[in-house]
């Protein structure tokens, strides 16, 4: 099985070749100005009138093959401190009110006339920064990696404004050097520029994209020349100490509160390396998980919202599947404390990135939880136009361990993965190959997986290839590997007819795939086939026909309905059908709508039907309302018989202006007999400096355990 893989791997790599730049002919100069620019959104400035201009956008959807109908115009200059953008957007054909969510940063791409700007610093079509802004003003910005994904947890400080009318809207922004990392001395950087205009329901860039990749694709970009190298960088240090106190009334009705401070401490180390040092951190502003409604065998996986986790993820994080993951930050500190943390991470050169963190956790002895150290060593080594070799190391490692104090808990705990991650220079083709290890005093045989997949992706065909292999022994403690001791094969095959007239329809076609898993004695445990046929609207709404054949070998004793009314069997057999529909509104409406419904078997020759509501109207900019409604009816004979399920969520945001935002969320979950409340209030005095004030509620009402919690918490962000 091993060589099978293997094989494939050096196959799909010997047959993929290495091209230049896709946009090579793209360029735009940038000149140093000897005037002020003051960042008003009017740039009347003389600098202005004399930079080079990036126009004449290509369209990107609805159709990649012509030039864009709304009209579009770039420039660049720079200074000492700053480099600067002045960007103007056009209503020459379609002409109404603009579309946005809200003022809050980092936005919906999909839900605003904004701008993105894509900045490829290291020219390595790889990694990069982002920066937009829609049509009123709300920033965004993220740090850019796999040549085209964005992590948006990343802020740094900029400058803009947004001035806007009938006839265009202008864009102004001034980012300090200080904010990005780039190689000294370096003369070219990649950069291109995308706009989405909801109103003409139409996307276009400066350097042109084909349509089945997003705007922000990296090996699209086209390339700015500085008639002078930017200015060398300073080893630059922040320091962003908080401090907070919470008042807690727990399920026994007894009060309790606490007072804590502590701080992050940033530090670039050069141009392109930063440290990253936090103490006490507490994370009591971030997002509430969505709650679901769970009738999966097996762990389900909940994204990462914390801070100092999110920055720089993409080197602990991406290593492997989203199925098999060595690294996984929630298994650090959620429900013990942290006492700090140390990363560093970033660009070495051009070729190397670096990642290294270490996170250290107290004891909590009455929870059989000793304290324990968490460290991830991460190294990304490019090779080619865009493919990389990754090597990651993970080490959990539990101090002054009591065998009493601390039973069932192991020394410790070590992973090793290397990985292969390869990428067209046109980005048509993908591939990834990965072989993990893991040792502990208890886990000694059959304590590795391998897998590798084949991807491609035209503007008619996709299609991908995947095989996976996880060993009984395999045990990632700070991983998320939700199944074991199996062999996966799975492939997508799909076709996507586009219309070639400017009609309501502007693509259409079907998909098929098909998974299924094996144990040791390589027989099948489980089959998934997926047929699917969508149907994409010119005015961005979606509608998708589904239809799926499952059939289930337990392994193990399962409870279906996760109430603990009895279980099935392990070693029975489970077959059945399911067909469905998915609708997505057009995102440019006030009001907005998502449907998903399915219909079929279920577990022991029951039946079951689901349906996912998701409902939205907004006030622009100041008001957004999200409802989610989600019904789930099951049948599975005696002793479950009939169970029904409600999942109903609301949310309200409320942004008052570009610093002053109020959210509260509302969950019930009938499953798990969960209400709950979180109501947040943030104010952001200066630049990347808030002031919070967290309300949590939650009442597990049929066991009569209710709890709440009052925070109040301040940071602020002082640089050099």
Not at 263 to 284: A, R, V
Not at 672 to 684: C, G, M, T, V
Request: positive net charge; contains cysteine; proline residues 4%.
């Amino acid at each position: 099985m091993k060589n099978s893989i293997l094989l494939f791997c050096t196959l799909c790599f010997n047959t993929l070749c290495i091209a230049q730049k896709v946009n090579n002919d793209y360029l735009l100069h940038i000149h140093k100005t000897s005037t002020p620019i003051i960042v008003d959104g009017l740039i009347e400035e003389s600098a202005w009138k004399e930079a080079d201009v990036a126009k004449n956008f290509h369209m990107i959807v609805p159709l990649d093959n012509r030039p864009a109908t709304q009209h579009s115009e770039a420039r660049m200059t720079f200074d000492d401190k700053y480099f600067y953008f002045a960007v103007i957007f056009y209503n020459n054909k379609t002409k109404g009110p603009y579309n946005v969510e809200s003022f809050r940063r980092d936005f919906s791409f999909g839900k605003n006339d904004n701008l993105l700007i894509t900045i490829d610093p290291f020219n390595n079509l790889t990694t990069g920064f982002s920066f937009g802004l829609n049509a009123f003003g709300a920033q965004w910005d993220g740090t850019m990696f796999d040549g085209g994904k964005v992590d948006l947890s990343w802020d740094t400080k900029w400058f803009s404004e947004v001035v806007f009318d009938e006839e265009k809207w202008v864009c102004e922004i001034a980012i300090p050097f200080s904010s990005i990392r780039y190689k000294k001395g370096e003369t070219q950087w990649g950069i291109n520029f995308g706009r989405l205009d909801l109103k003409a329901s139409e996307k276009s860039s400066w350097a042109p994209v084909p349509r089945q990749f997003p705007s922000v694709s990296l090996a699209y970009t086209g390339s700015i020349i500085w008639d002078s190298p930017p200015p060398s960088q300073t080893k630059n240090f922040s320091l962003i100490p908080y401090t907070y106190t919470r008042i807690n009334k727990n399920h026994l009705m007894e009060y309790s509160s606490d007072f804590n401070i502590g701080g992050d401490i940033k530090l670039g180390l050069s141009s392109s390396l930063n440290l990253d040092i936090t103490l006490n951190p507490d994370f009591s502003q971030v997002d509430v998980d969505q709650e679901v409604t769970n009738l999966d065998r097996f762990e389900l996986f909940y994204p990462e919202k914390r801070q100092f986790f999110l920055e720089n993820a993409d080197l602990f994080a991406n290593f492997g599947y989203d199925n098999i993951r060595p690294f996984f930050s929630r298994r650090i500190g959620l429900g013990v404390p942290i006492d700090g943390g140390v990363r560093l991470s970033g660009n070495i050169n051009e070729n190397l990135r670096l990642g290294v963190m270490d996170i250290q956790t107290k004891a909590l002895d009455n929870d059989g939880i000793p304290k324990e150290n968490f460290s991830v060593l991460s190294l990304q080594r490019k090779i080619m136009a865009r493919s990389n070799i990754g090597l990651i190391l993970i080490n959990k490692q539990g101090l002054k361990i009591n065998e009493d104090k601390h039973p069932n808990v192991n020394r410790y705990n070590r992973t090793l993965g290397i990985e292969y991650n390869y990428a067209s220079s046109n980005n048509l083709w993908n591939a990834k190959t990965f072989y993990i290890k893991s040792f502990d005093p208890n886990h000694t045989s059959n304590a590795s997986t391998i897998a590798s997949h084949l991807e491609y992706k035209s503007t008619h065909w996709y299609s991908k290839f995947q095989q996976e292999y996880v060993g009984k022994g395999f045990n990632a403690e700070v991983g998320y590997i939700p199944r074991k001791n199996y062999f996966k094969i799975s492939g997508l095959l799909g076709y996507l007819f586009y219309l070639k007239k400017e009609v309501k329809l502007i693509s259409h076609g079907p998909s098929y795939y098909q998974e299924q898993y094996f144990n040791a004695l390589e027989n099948n445990t489980d089959i998934l086939g997926k047929f699917n046929y969508e149907f994409n609207f010119n005015n961005r709404s979606k509608f998708k026909f589904i239809f799926n054949h499952l059939f289930v070998k337990l392994l193990y004793n399962f409870d279906p309905t996760q109430e603990k009314i009895s279980y099935l069997k392990a070693l029975t057999e489970h077959k059945w059908n399911t067909v469905g529909i998915e609708y997505s509104s057009k995102p440019q409406s006030l009001f907005t709508f998502n449907f998903k419904a399915n219909k079929g078997g279920f577990y022991n020759e029951g039946a079951s039907h689901e349906v996912f509501t998701e409902i939205g109207y907004r006030i622009q900019p100041y008001l957004s309302l999200n409802g989610i409604i989600n019904y789930t009816h099951i049948y599975l004979g005696d002793p479950w018989n009939v169970r029904n399920y409600w999942l109903i969520g609301s949310k309200t945001d409320i942004t008052f202006n570009r610093s002053l935002f109020f959210t509260n969320t509302f969950q019930y979950n009938q499953q798990n007999k969960l209400l709950s409340f979180n109501s947040r209030f943030q104010w952001r005095y200066k630049p990347t400096s808030d002031l919070f004030i967290v309300f949590n509620s939650r009442d597990e009402y049929f066991i009569d355990k209710k709890s709440w919690s009052l925070t109040f918490k301040i940071s602020y962000w002082l640089s050099k």
